[in-house]
């Protein structure tokens, strides 16, 4: 484990001084002082009163906070989830190339590390990375929802993990096809194809249905079944934030599902690692 | 031979990704969990037909009126006719027969034949009507009660039987049974209230205590006094259950535990307005005025605070069925007055009557 968790301190490291990191949570923190200063909320006995934003009335009705604030929860958590990936994708496309960079492969092979460690590392620390700019985010939203309202939920939090998962299945892909063809753009080529095929695996039922009976339909569920529904965790997400009913079977299956992709995918990764002669 | 294993190990993970997520997703498209409720915030258009349907009553035009050359008065619903007149009264009217023909009535129905109908069974045998099909509204205020619709084949007699009976102005009958004691055997005395009911034009009946009234509402109807100021006015026959509320009954239906709101209430001579909706999902408007604007407004916020406390409250406790319904709760603050909107959505309201589903020997209420 130890391995592991150097290479991915390193990745970290480096992660640090590039300007994407930078900018990552700069704008968080920029998103997040924005709010607190424009946004401004009346509570009164645990209900909201007056919401308004650059002094615009958003709402004027008085209803719980929790349940008025739930379209903002709602909007956030879809904006963590697809904005997180997003950027993730875009933001950390570049690290398995420069993983196989020539000279540096070279030195990282030289490194009393087996292959499977270097490569798990490397996807440990990318995807830590990304977990700590979504959690950063749902984080400072949690608390200025907190301060501002007395809205103390840990619904922006939970989705957060949930993106984080998800990216984690997302990247895996990423980093594997990395290793098939060193290319940045190719690799975010892929991690954005594989998000669109996980939102329309999400509605995978309700598109079906729309096909005619027979083989479109049979091979549309068949190709979808293998692909992690993220659609399906972003609505998931979603309800949590909002502290909404969720289904938690059907929640823990799609995680553990996502989970299992993650691993397939890098197994793959680590058999091509492990054959080609770097 | 180790390098392939990581293989057949990605493989085998695709192929349980894809069971474990088959058996998370499912294959059958989810219903959409959402509650669409329409709150009766004004006359829509199938109220306005019904309204101006209901304009049968033709007043007299009065002697001065034609010498004056003036247009006689419009057509007016007889129901609204006869209300008591004036502001800052009680009434609530009942479209009982939208309300029988609605998905709350027909769970309600249940309820009734699950017990036994044998008292509408009665009414049907001995009175000759039958409330579910000849009722068409019900009115409700502090001095009785009026039911409007059709009783053309009524027998009245068979209901008050030693009432005495006589006519009163053109259309107009009026039952009267004196109030009455009778000794019990155990030496005390129990006393029973006057009753009275008018009939007119076999299409309006009226239950209260006092004659005087019921002959008002019977004069207001054959022209003989003004009824241009009713209780309800026709703007407001929207919704399937409507009316006006007074402050001081107002006041009595805010629960003791909310003190604070009914002293605020009564200072501000809060009046209500009431719409409900029972078309799907449950929808009621309560339309607040007052006479002080600005206090106004903090009842409403006060109001506000109140019903999520409730619901805060209902949370804690564990009652997530009031916790449901209270989330639909919110009032809406206006320039004069404000709207508090409540929601009861259908599937709960299936929930707490399920018992009627059932058969009476499986156990239940």
């Known amino acids: 484990m130890r391995p592991l968790l150097e290479v991915a301190w390193q990745v970290l490291v480096e992660a640090a001084q590039r300007k994407w990191t930078l900018a990552l949570?700069?704008?968080?923190?920029?998103?997040?002082?924005?709010?607190?200063?424009?946004?401004?909320?009346?509570?009164?006995d645990g209900a909201l009163a007056a919401s308004r934003l650059f002094g615009v009335v958003?709402?004027?009705?008085?209803?719980?906070?929790?349940?008025?604030l739930r379209p903002l929860l709602s909007v956030s958590a879809y904006l963590i989830?697809?904005?997180?990936?997003?950027?993730?994708?875009?933001a950390c496309c570049d690290f398995g190339p420069n993983l196989l960079a020539p000279g540096r492969i070279e030195h990282l092979l030289s490194l009393p590390l087996r292959r499977w460690q270097l490569l798990g590392g490397t996807f440990l620390g990318v995807w830590m990375l990304a977990l700590a700019g979504a959690l950063y985010g749902s984080a400072g939203l949690t608390l200025l929802l907190g301060l501002k309202a007395g809205l103390w939920t840990v619904g922006p939090v939970l989705a957060a993990l949930l993106a984080g998962v998800t990216f984690a299945a997302i990247y895996a892909v990423m980093l594997t096809a990395a290793l098939f063809v060193r290319s940045a753009a190719l690799s975010a080529a892929l991690?954005?194809?594989?998000?669109?095929?996980?939102?329309?695996?999400?509605?995978?039922?309700?598109?079906?249905?729309?096909?005619?009976?027979?083989?479109?339909?049979?091979?549309?569920?068949?190709?979808t079944a293998l692909i992690p529904r993220v659609s399906a965790l972003a609505d998931a997400s979603v309800a949590l934030a909002a502290s909404s009913a969720v289904e938690l079977p059907s929640l823990w299956s799609l995680l553990a599902g996502v989970v299992l992709f993650g691993m397939g995918a890098l197994a793959v990764g680590v058999w091509r690692f492990e054959e080609g002669d770097f | 031979m180790r390098r392939r294993s990581w293989l057949v190990a990605a493989a085998v993970l695709f192929m349980l990704a894809a069971v474990v997520m088959l058996y998370g997703q499912g294959e059958v498209v989810p219903a959409p969990a959402t509650v669409e409720v329409e709150f009766p915030r004004q006359l829509r258009p199938a109220e306005q037909e019904r309204l101006q349907s209901r304009r049968t009553l033709r007043p007299v035009p009065s002697v001065d009126m034609a010498t004056q050359g003036r247009r006689p008065p419009q057509p007016r619903d007889p129901v609204l006719a006869a209300?008591?007149?004036?502001?800052?009264?009680?009434?609530?009217?009942?479209?009982?027969?939208?309300?029988?023909?609605?998905?709350?009535?027909?769970?309600?129905?249940?309820?009734?034949?699950?017990?036994?109908?044998?008292?509408?069974?009665?009414?049907?045998q001995e009175l000759g009507v039958n409330p579910l099909e000849d009722f068409d509204r019900v009115v409700v205020t502090p001095e009785g009660m009026m039911v409007s619709g059709h009783f053309q084949e009524a027998r009245w007699d068979s209901l008050l039987r030693d009432a005495s009976s006589r006519s009163y102005g053109d259309k107009g009958r009026i039952f009267e049974q004196p109030a009455r004691r009778r000794s019990l055997p155990d030496g005390t005395v129990q006393e029973s209230r006057a009753h009275v009911m008018g009939v007119w034009d076999e299409q309006l009946v009226m239950f209260g205590e006092s004659v005087t009234e019921v002959q008002q509402a019977f004069d207001r109807l054959e022209g003989r006094a003004a009824a241009d100021n009713p209780a309800i006015r026709e703007e407001q026959t929207f919704g399937d259950?409507?009316?006006?509320?007074?402050?001081?009954?107002?006041a009595r239906l805010v629960p003791r535990q909310q003190a604070e709101l009914v002293e605020q209430l009564r200072q501000v001579g809060a009046q209500v307005e009431l719409h409900v909706d029972a078309r799907s999902d449950l929808g009621m408007v309560a339309h607040v005025t007052g006479t002080d604007p600005r206090k106004l407004q903090d009842v409403?916020?006060?109001?506000?605070?109140?019903?999520?406390?409730?619901?805060?409250d209902a949370q804690v406790k564990g009652d997530e069925r009031l916790a449901s319904v209270?989330?639909?709760?919110?009032?809406q603050p206006g320039l004069a007055s404000f709207n508090l909107e409540m929601a009861l959505p259908l599937s709960f309201l299936e929930e707490q009557l399920a018992f009627c589903r059932k058969q009476p020997d499986a156990g239940g209420p």
Request: aromatic share 6%.
């Open chain 1, 25 to 44: 949570f700069l704008g968080i923190t920029g998103v997040l002082v924005l709010l607190s200063w424009s946004l401004q909320l009346e509570v009164l």
């Open chain 1, 58 to 68: 958003l709402r004027s009705d008085i209803r719980a906070v929790d349940v008025a």
């Open chain 1, 81 to 90: 989830f697809y904005g997180g990936l997003g950027f993730g994708i875009i």
């Open chain 1, 191 to 223: 991690g954005s194809g594989m998000l669109l095929l996980g939102i329309i695996a999400g509605y995978r039922a309700q598109i079906s249905v729309l096909l005619e009976p027979g083989f479109s339909r049979m091979a549309f569920r068949a190709m």
């Open chain 2, 83 to 124: 209300l008591p007149q004036g502001r800052g009264r009680t009434a609530v009217v009942l479209e009982a027969n939208a309300l029988r023909h609605s998905p709350v009535g027909a769970l309600l129905l249940e309820c009734i034949n699950r017990q036994g109908n044998q008292g509408l069974e009665r009414m049907r």
């Open chain 2, 241 to 250: 259950i409507y009316g006006v509320l007074s402050p001081e009954d107002l």
């Open chain 2, 300 to 312: 409403g916020k006060a109001m506000g605070g109140a019903l999520a406390l409730g619901r805060l």
């Open chain 2, 326 to 331: 209270l989330e639909f709760a919110r009032v």
